[in-house]
């Protein structure tokens, strides 16, 4: 977009008026998100963007993910002690750690193990009297059945508790130190059910993080206070706004006119823009990503292999990377990124290849093809305009005779009908939130994830289970290497998804504004953020 463009935009909307969030705002910070937060409790969502907005500003968990290097670190868990047989995990908890007061919840305690056990057992136990609020649905747990590997919470004291564990499990600790696994109040959620309101629990937060929610406003914006008791640094900023804004084009617009300091998800294509003023900046990473295409496997022709290699085979995936990533992203050949450990050098790139497209249609026999596409309605880190890639894979169906037809609904009703598994194919995908292969494949290919609602392919393969689940318990690091390797391949010859793309990670903000906010795990985090003398 023209510079000359984007301050006529701005000046129309200066005409509109200054923003509440910026009236709002005194030493504080107003991020340009792109969607609302379909909950405010990280245990119940896989959606990127409402982590976003919770786990690192609302919540901690037990152990934390170094931002640059990804190294188990300790949170509110200061020490922990793993049995010789890896079946049980001793945490010792910070003291003196306080939950959020706030004009709807006041707490009479600090944090200690009585939360733990709360916000653990919460998805674990079906006896809880939290499980089944919103449906029962947790789905990172569930889709990596760390509901039923037999593990069980014992409360050793006030400040230890022990986690035990029916099999060794490798990567343990990795799973307790995601965005899912925060640490919710017990006593905050003793006292909703109380009232008879339990489902605030999840819709007016109380965490023991950085920040505390003030208000909300659906479509319009989030509002959160520094935590002045926080167990840890304070937050730099008194304010943080998150601005509900899902045009990138209006985020864009909003950075340049000062309306927003940081900005989600720029378009690719006004990365130049945005780098032609002298006070912004542009923050990039390598991500810990995948975009991909999945078919729903449960409808036929989809049921049919080799329709989906067909249809695999048609995707230009290298025009997508050229006129969707500008070029900012690497062609996915599996669904691991070339920064994981376990990335597989030698595995085969599927390149795009029409004429066998058609000839394996031919032999599948299933006459005329028509297929709808449904599109990711926001930008995403992994896919930073999913409707442009729709289009590109509609016209590359079209030189094969497969007739495509894309659909698109806001965030909330797209996330909504996704659970209902009634589509042909959707264009979507996943960020990582530790640096464990497995990350990238039982929350989106297993069983349980299928039927907890993570597996867009809808897709269930015993044997490829039981390869993940060999894969995820092996301790030796060479051996789960290959195994990854194996499932790559596996999953290239059964063809459920069409991994696209792993995209960089891209922020807009004022070039006053330090401190990290990207973590290689995933997640934007603003605890460190403040404004510096240029």
Not at 360 to 386: C, F, H, K, M, T
Not at 443 to 468: I, T
């Amino acid at each position: 977009m023209a510079k000359s463009r984007l301050l006529i935009a701005l000046l129309m909307l200066f005409v509109v008026g200054c923003s509440e969030q910026q009236q709002y705002i005194d030493n504080g910070l107003v991020y340009c998100s792109e969607g609302d937060p379909e909950t405010f409790n990280p245990q119940k969502t896989v959606s990127g963007t409402a982590i976003d907005a919770t786990a690192k500003q609302l919540y901690n968990r037990l152990i934390q993910i170094d931002p640059e290097t990804g190294e188990l670190l300790p949170e509110l868990a200061v020490d922990w002690q793993i049995s010789a047989d890896g079946r049980q995990y001793l945490f010792t908890l910070r003291q003196q750690v306080q939950f959020h007061r706030t004009d709807y919840f006041q707490p009479s305690r600090a944090f200690n193990a009585d939360d733990v056990l709360f916000s653990f057992e919460r998805w674990l136990k079906r006896s809880h009297p939290y499980h089944q609020i919103g449906g029962a649905r947790y789905p990172f747990f569930q889709s990596i059945d760390l509901d039923h590997i037999g593990l069980k919470l014992v409360r050793v004291a006030d400040d230890q508790v022990r986690f035990e564990l029916q099999q060794p499990r490798p990567n343990f600790l990795a799973e307790i130190a995601t965005d899912f696994a925060v640490i919710l109040s017990q006593e905050y959620g003793l006292s909703q059910l109380a009232a008879g309101t339990p489902e605030l629990l999840d819709a007016k937060p109380i965490g023991t993080g950085p920040f505390k929610l003030r208000n909300y406003v659906r479509n319009q914006y989030i509002r959160y206070d520094r935590h002045n008791q926080y167990w840890g640094p304070l937050a730099r900023l008194d304010q943080l706004v998150f601005d509900i804004t899902p045009s990138a084009s209006s985020r864009v617009i909003k950075l340049i006119g000062g309306d927003c300091d940081v900005a989600a998800l720029p378009q690719i294509s006004e990365l130049g823009t945005i780098q032609s003023y002298d006070d912004l900046a542009l923050d990039v990473m390598p991500g810990l990503n995948v975009a991909y295409w999945a078919f729903n496997t449960n409808k036929a022709p989809f049921n049919d292999p080799k329709v989906r290699k067909a249809l695999n085979l048609a995707v230009d995936k290298r025009r997508i990377l050229k006129a969707v990533y500008h070029n900012t992203a690497v062609m996915a050949k599996g669904m691991l990124p070339p920064i994981s450990w376990a990335y597989d050098p030698n595995l085969p790139a599927i390149e795009h290849d029409p004429a066998q497209a058609k000839r394996l249609l031919e032999q599948a026999n299933v006459g005329p093809i028509s297929i709808d596409i449904w599109a990711v309605p926001v930008g995403r880190i992994y896919n930073p305009d999913a409707m442009k890639s729709a289009e590109l894979i509609q016209q590359d169906l079209a030189r094969i005779g497969v007739s495509a037809n894309i659909v698109s609904y806001d965030w909330g009703r797209f996330l909504q009908l996704l659970q209902l598994g009634e589509y042909d194919s959707v264009l979507i995908g996943w960020s990582a939130d530790n640096l464990d292969p497995d990350n990238f494949f039982s929350p989106l290919l297993s069983c349980s994830a299928l039927a907890y609602g993570s597996n867009r392919a809808r897709w269930c393969d015993p044997k490829f289970d039981q390869l993940m689940a060999q894969a995820r318990e092996s301790r030796d690091p060479q051996q789960r290497q290959l195994l990854y390797s194996q499932l790559e391949y596996q999953l290239q010859q059964q063809t459920p998804l069409v991994p696209l793309a792993h995209a960089s990670r891209i922020l807009g903000r004022k070039r006053h504004w330090q401190g990290r906010m990207l973590h290689i795990s995933g997640g934007i985090d603003f605890s460190t953020v403040g404004k510096e003398a240029l």
